[in-house]
């Protein structure tokens, strides 16, 4: 079992900045894949960013390229993500998952789908106003 909790979240304007963590307990001998999924009210979940277990690898949605940025620091067993130029629409609930891809063909096929993730944080609010 992992554990996973998300905290950063907050208040800010357009145009400003937030970086959220994502810190992980339990079973994280294994390698996992993670990724960053976020939740408008009335919208359903939708990645955002996802990150391979070595930290190489990054992935984005079209609508955050550019502005947001996933890293993560195995040894503090912890995944960021740094958002900056921040907009109205990515007011939301910003979820992290671990996913123990099954080696990297699985991962790059599969980083976008939250089906794919065996673990997932309870989420941070994040609200941008205008």
């Known amino acids: 079992q992992v554990q996973l909790v998300e905290s950063g979240g907050g208040l800010v304007q357009a145009g400003g900045s937030l970086r959220l963590s994502c810190a992980a307990s339990?079973?994280?001998?294994?390698?996992?894949?993670m990724g960053w999924f976020r939740q408008a009210p009335g919208k359903e979940r939708e990645f955002a960013a996802a990150?391979?277990?070595?930290?190489?690898?990054?992935y984005y949605a079209d609508s955050v390229k550019g502005r947001f940025t996933v890293s993560r620091d195995n040894a503090k067993n912890t995944v960021y993500l740094q958002m900056n130029s921040l907009k109205p629409e990515d007011t939301a609930v910003y979820y992290c998952?671990?996913?123990?891809?099954?080696?990297?063909?699985?991962?790059?096929?599969?980083?976008?789908?939250?089906?794919?993730?065996?673990?997932w944080g309870q989420g941070t609010q994040v609200t941008v106003s205008s």
């Open positions: 998952a671990a996913g123990a891809f099954s080696g990297w063909t699985y991962f790059s096929s599969r980083y976008s789908g939250g089906q794919w993730y065996d673990y």
């Open positions: 339990g079973r994280t001998s294994s390698r996992y894949g």
């Open positions: 990150i391979s277990w070595s930290g190489v690898t990054t």
